[in-house]
């Protein structure tokens, strides 16, 4: 129990750093008036983080998979003709939670108005193996809002990201102007 109270500490201050990130400037030249940014250098199929500047899929494949097939999965992944994906953390996956005030329906918690197509309610892999229990990894729960470790040979949905704080661009992707959302 301790140990899941320290993971939602954590996850919260992330999203509480990536938040305020919002207000920088953006390597990738879209506007920031908004929160995600559609790009044309992935054939539209991914979705820029204005806010994080991580790179979603647009459309995460909907097959379930054990948690080493979704990395295998990520790391063979080419979207928008772009490889280079991986599976992100539970803090990157956190970063796109957003629990409404009352839930009312099955639906994944992203925010209001967000450009992701064909996402799940339910847990989703993240790269993050438990450190007490090897065995299991960190999910994301996009109906509760919550992360949870699983047994890395149950089966869940996975979404693969680009960017992050050991990755830089090389070069700026284009951003469809009417794709900013």
Request: with cysteine; hydrophobic share 40%.
């Amino acid at each position: 129990m301790e140990n899941r109270v320290m993971i939602v500490i954590l996850a919260i201050c992330a999203a509480a750093l990536f938040g305020s990130a919002g207000a920088t400037e953006s390597p990738y030249e879209a506007s920031q008036t908004r929160r995600f940014a559609i790009l044309e250098t992935f054939k539209q199929e991914a979705v820029l983080d204005l806010r994080t500047q991580l790179i979603w899929e647009r459309s995460p494949h909907p097959a379930e998979v054990t948690w080493s097939t979704a990395h295998a999965r990520c790391a063979l992944k080419t979207v928008g003709d772009q490889a280079g994906w991986r599976l992100p953390s539970f803090i990157e996956l956190m970063t796109l939670v957003e629990p409404p005030a009352h839930q009312t329906a099955r639906v994944p918690t992203l925010p209001p108005g967000h450009p992701f197509q064909g996402i799940k309610a339910g847990a989703y892999w993240t790269s993050d193996s438990s450190s007490s229990e090897p065995a299991q990894a960190y999910t994301v729960d996009l109906l509760h809002a919550d992360v949870v470790t699983q047994e890395k040979s149950r089966v869940h949905p996975l979404w693969c990201v680009r960017g992050g704080i050991d990755e830089q661009p090389t070069q700026s992707p284009s951003v469809r102007p009417s794709g900013m959302i």
